[in-house]
C-alpha cells in the first residue's frame, strides 16, 4: 500500500475552480490507478473519475465536462471547473497498482485522508 496526501480544497464560489492534488508519501504515483472519490454528508462516497497507469480515464456522467484527471511528475491533478452548490464535499483520492476495470471503492486499496471542497457565495 501507498500512502496518499490530498490538497488543494477549499472554499469557491459557484462556478469557480479548484485543482486538486494527490500525492504520494515519498513515492511518485506513475505506476498506480488513481481514483477520485467524494463523499458529502449523509450520502455514499462516489467516484468521479481514475486514470489507470497507462493513462487510460474514466469520468462519471455527472462531472465530464466539468472535472479533469492528469497525472503529471508522480503526482495526479483533479481541475474541477464550473463548480455547483452540490461540488461540496470531502473529495478523496485512491490507489491500486497498475489498472482498475471496475470503478468501485472496494478496486482501491489505498486512500488518502481526504479534503474538503466548500462551494458557497
Known amino acids: 500500500q501507498v500512502q496518499l496526501v490530498e490538497s488543494g480544497g477549499g472554499l469557491v464560489q459557484p462556478g469557480g475552480s479548484l485543482r486538486l492534488t494527490c500525492a504520494g508519501s515519498?513515492?511518485?504515483?506513475?505506476?498506480?490507478?488513481i481514483g477520485w472519490f467524494r463523499q458529502a454528508p449523509g450520502k455514499e462516497r462516489e467516484g468521479l473519475s481514475y486514470?489507470?497507469?497507462?493513462?487510460s480515464t474514466h469520468y462519471k456522467n455527472s462531472v465530464k465536462g466539468r472535472f479533469t484527471i492528469s497525472r503529471e511528475n508522480g503526482k495526479v491533478y483533479l481541475q474541477m471547473n464550473s463548480l455547483k452548490p452540490e461540488d461540496a464535499a470531502v473529495y478523496y483520492c485512491?490507489?491500486?497498482?497498475?489498472?482498475?476495470?471496475?470503478?468501485?471503492?472496494?478496486?482501491?486499496?489505498?486512500w488518502g485522508q481526504g479534503t474538503q471542497v466548500t462551494i458557497s457565495s
Open positions: 515519498g513515492v511518485g504515483l506513475d505506476y498506480y490507478a
Open positions: 486514470i489507470n497507469s497507462d493513462g
Open positions: 485512491a490507489a491500486e497498482p497498475g489498472t482498475v476495470m471496475v470503478f468501485t471503492p472496494l478496486s482501491f486499496r489505498s
